[in-house]
């Protein structure tokens, strides 16, 4: 059972709690909480994407109440990686909370970015954490270590306190050849296990996947095989935010004499803070222009949109409307990237553009064309045997990844790994890991400038013109009900376009009828009329269509009783 937030019991003060309010029994959306002596800090503040179910809206974000409530309390936020289920929800939710931020130089820049993007936010406290030297945040010190991932300047965070350390895994995964940033350092990991750790909160999106998740190193030797004796153009699309991708494509481009060109504004955005917080060096790419004159055998495209966005390069590319590039029969499309559950099909069509045209497809069914950046079950069974943790705490998933992660930990050993869910309250120490209550949380749409609860009568209201329109109805009457003029009657989403005009004089007779009935038999008032009429129209509607549009009639009322 959720508890109001004004009825939340009263937190004992030196326990440390954990309270996860987005990403835990879902994927994206992370924002999590640790709460000791009365003060707390968060980890991450992420977006995920809406489905159709709610329409207008694309982003949701984590419903940041209890954290806003007790806003006083907050020390600061802390950003592990600059993936957008990490930092994507700051611009709609820091100006509630006002917090310091940290975050290291490449996040930063795109954290900034993002933030310059929206004018009612100016001059965050953004600290950048640029080595491991310890932040004091009241009764929590946080130590950012070195983690590799499929983004640059991936961390985990060491979190000590007097009752304990944790350790925050972040996304994760143990790459020995990363391409780009320091490999995971067994020894760190291994001295932090040696000195306790209370418990490891920790990423289970590859939980259920057996072995080892895999090298870039293994994508860049597939890359310089494709790239060899191929004619035409090349066009490769993957994750924008993966660097060390992006790195292996060019310098396997340049080692066959090819150009490369990058195609969609969030390559560009990635590739220029690489550039600008110097995780890499100046490559050599051109830009669309340029690359538009290169022979196809000179050329590789690489492309946003591996997830078949309709509005990305990639899309543009298969539906023949880029401004500038074209793809020709005999030209090959490489996805380096898996497909997102829920993007099945928008990727099929994309796919189904590409094939029409002759377009050969490389997918990640082809061994060694992609890599997942979130660890497989043996590499989250060798981070705990350096870590040894007593608890395990699985987030960063849906229910089945928490459970498998949950399975990984309790089989290695691990004492207690309980299954939590967004808005429990965990108590972590001292004594038995146990959920003391659990509050309210949850998602807001972002709609516009406004944040809505996703079940807000807006979003409502929406769904339902969606699924069955509306009709208009609105005249002028006199206070006695003499009706003067026309009965004016439109629809939207609920005609077809034969029967429009024949439909509409039979609901303009049958609302007549009823406004002249009731000033004959002197019975006419306002609201009583106007729901007779929304009624009959509402059976008239079921009758002919078998649907149910909304109905919304309005009476204008004239001062006067007689014209
Ligand atoms: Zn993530
Ligand atoms: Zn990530």
């Not at 494509?249 to 004499?257: E, F, K, L, T």
């Amino acid at each position: 059972m959720q508890t109001n937030l004004s009825e939340v019991p009263a937190l004992s003060d030196d326990h440390i709690y954990f309270i996860p309010l987005g990403g835990t029994g879902e994927i994206g959306m992370n924002l999590n909480v640790y709460q000791l002596n009365n003060s707390l800090i968060a980890v991450d503040l992420g977006m995920t994407f809406a489905d159709e179910s709610l329409p207008g809206i694309d982003l949701l974000v984590p419903d940041p109440e209890y954290l806003v409530k007790n806003k006083k309390k907050l020390l600061g936020l802390l950003i592990t990686h600059a993936h957008e289920d990490h930092i994507g929800a700051i611009p709609y939710i820091w100006p509630e909370l006002q917090c310091p931020i940290y975050a290291t130089p490449f996040a930063g820049e795109l954290i900034s970015q993002k933030c310059n993007e929206f004018s009612n936010i100016e001059n965050i406290p953004l600290n950048i954490v640029s080595n491991s030297k310890p932040i004091k945040l009241g009764p929590f010190e946080i130590s950012y270590i070195p983690i590799t991932h499929s983004i640059p300047e991936a961390r985990s965070l060491q979190i000590k306190t007097h009752l304990g350390t944790l350790v925050h895994t972040g996304d994760w995964k143990l790459d020995k050849d990363p391409l780009i940033g320091p490999k995971t350092k067994e020894k760190t990991f291994r001295t932090i296990g040696k000195k306790g750790v209370i418990a490891v909160i920790g990423d289970s999106t590859n939980a259920p996947q057996e072995g080892w998740s895999g090298s870039e190193l293994t994508v860049k030797k597939t890359f310089l095989e494709l790239f060899q004796n191929k004619k035409g153009t090349i066009a490769v699309t993957h994750f924008s935010s993966n660097i060390a991708r992006l790195v292996s494509i060019i310098s396997s481009a340049h080692s066959v004499n090819r150009e490369v060109v990058l195609v969609g504004r969030s390559l560009k955005k990635y590739f220029n803070a690489a550039k600008k917080t110097g995780v890499i060096k100046d490559l050599r790419v051109l830009s669309e222009e340029e690359g538009k004159n290169l022979h196809p055998d000179q050329i590789i495209l690489v492309c946003t949109g591996c997830q078949g966005e309709p509005r990305a390069a990639m899309s543009k590319l298969a539906g023949e409307y880029h401004p500038c590039l074209s793809l020709e029969s005999g030209d090959t499309v490489i996805f380096s990237s898996k497909i997102i559950p829920g993007n099945e099909k928008p990727i099929a069509v994309l796919k189904n553009k590409l094939n029409q045209k002759g377009i050969k497809i490389i997918d990640e069914n082809f061994k060694g064309i992609h890599v997942s950046g979130h660890p497989h079950k043996d590499e989250i069974k060798e981070l705990y045997s350096w870590l040894k943790p007593k608890a395990v705490i699985p987030v960063h998933g849906e229910n089945r990844h928490l459970q498998s992660h949950s399975n990984i930990a309790l089989d290695a050993g691990i004492q207690t790994s309980p299954i939590i869910k967004n808005g429990d309250i965990l108590k972590i120490a001292p004594g038995k890991v146990e959920v003391v209550c659990s509050i309210q949380s949850g998602k807001l749409a972002v709609d516009g400038s406004r944040l809505l609860k996703v079940n807000h009568p807006s979003i409502k209201r929406r769904n339902k013109l969606k699924e069955n329109g509306i009709v208009l109805v609105a005249m002028a009457i006199t206070k006695t009900g003499r009706l003067l003029g026309e009965v004016s009657i439109t629809g939207h989403g609920i005609f077809d376009s034969e029967d429009e005009t024949l439909l509409i004089n039979k609901a303009r007779i049958l609302a007549m009828r009823i406004i002249n009935e009731d000033k004959k038999l002197s019975i006419f008032c306002a609201q009583n009329t106007k729901e007779k009429i929304r009624l009959a129209l509402k059976k008239f509607f079921k009758d002919h269509y078998n649907k149910k549009p909304r109905i919304e009639v309005q009476l204008i009322l004239t001062k006067h009783t007689h014209i």
